[in-house]
């Protein structure tokens, strides 16, 4: 899933880049009066929207979701082990709704054969990369919670408290000193 995450955080990266050079271009060429660039808005909204997606699911695996854990560490093992599978009974809950979401509206899209407003195209594409980059984000929610689960039933709590307990601010720490040294 790592290898995911690193393809999924290129992508979101990439497109951000070339959407700040795209609105870059516009802001200089608007000042100095020569042309604006049709549909930069529109253009964000999209990128912004699929990448969504991927920033869903890079959080989720790298445990990177805010959760307030402040009373948490002062829970027993093993009643952190059923809040973290609650917590990923929650995500996996979350991304069906949101796919179920953004398929219904992909499926109105296509039915009415909507087309956006200034670049006048057919919605349905943006639309799709939108609910792929959400159908990720469901499938690995999912995932994980199969894992979380078969932990639990397994009875296996410190697993499940390693795999799926929020990071610590010393993991975190090390995590980017690690980082730092590597680089």
């Not at 082990?81 to 069906?96: C, E, H, K, P, Y």
Request: positive net charge; contains cysteine.
């Amino acid at each position: 899933m790592k290898n995911l995450c690193y393809i999924l955080g290129c992508l979101f990266g990439y497109s951000f880049i070339a959407l700040t050079i795209v609105i870059a271009g516009d802001t200089i060429f608007r000042s100095l009066r020569l042309f604006s660039i049709i549909g930069t808005g529109e253009m964000s909204a999209y990128i912004m929207a699929v990448c969504a997606g991927f920033s869903f699911t890079i959080a989720l695996v790298n445990r990177a979701h805010i959760r307030i854990d402040l009373l948490v560490g002062r829970f027993s093992k093993q009643l952190q082990g059923i809040l973290n599978w609650f917590a990923m009974l929650l995500f996996a809950f979350s991304g069906v709704i949101i796919l179920y979401s953004s398929y219904c509206t992909l499926s109105e899209t296509v039915y009415y054969k909507s087309k956006s407003t200034v670049l006048a195209i057919s919605l349905q594409y943006p639309q799709l990369l939108w609910v792929i980059s959400l159908s990720i984000f469901c499938l690995i929610s999912l995932v994980l919670f199969a894992q979380a689960s078969f932990y639990l039933v397994k009875g296996d709590l410190k697993a499940l408290n390693k795999h799926f307990h929020p990071k610590a601010v010393q993991e975190e720490l090390d995590e980017e000193l690690g980082d730092i040294s590597s680089g």
